[in-house]
């Protein structure tokens, strides 16, 4: 069995929009994921490490542990040997707290990907491969989320893009979450149940193809 880590935020805990509650694990992208791959001859365990709030790069002022950079050489070490991490970040960078343009957040993703291939893992383990997700454009944020992501959706505009061409430079892989889902209308940022059906069986073909390259 080979071990593939998700490395994320809330839209990938599974926070059910406009709530403080949380879909199961089989309801959730990563369960859907792993479940697709095992149903497809693939033996795969999916391991989650997906925090609310994480940014790529940037600490959260009212929050401690935000800093997506911080520990993720640790998160590596502690799980390896791993065939795949999957970072699925982007959306928190755009928080009111920052005046983050796309560039900048491309840069704290980029910051990631160095991290991981420069983690202190044994010696003989394999450096991962690894698989950038966009997330979803973010909505107009509404409900209780609305100030915290004030102005996000005009900053954020052209992220999936930058991160596609990030994957290229970095020669990594790439998934475009928003190719198969919006973004929930409930509150404009995290994904609802269906939502998260359709992106986990997606992102489950796509690595099937692309790891088979």
Known sequence: MEQILIYSDSLTWGIIPDTRQR???DKRWP??????????????????NCLNGRRTAWSDPFKEGRDGS?????????????????????SNDFQST???????????????????RQAPIEPG????????????????????IAAKFEGASERSHGLADALEQLAKEQSVLFFNAGDVTAASSVDGIHLDEAQHWILGEAVASAVVAQLNQ
């Open 70 to 90: 911080a520990g993720l050489a640790q998160v590596i070490e502690m799980h390896s040997p791993l065939k795949l991490v999957i970072l699925m970040l982007g």
């Open 125 to 144: 383990m394999p450096t991962p491969t690894i698989m950038l997700i966009a997330p979803p454009p973010i909505l107009k944020p509404k409900g209780a």
């Open 31 to 48: 369960g859907v994921f792993e479940n697709c791959l095992q149903q497809s001859g693939k033996d795969y365990r999916v391991i989650e």
């Open 23 to 25: 879909l199961t694990f």
């Open 98 to 116: 920052h005046n983050n343009s796309v560039w900048m957040s491309v840069q704290g993703m980029s910051k990631l990907i160095q991290t991981i």
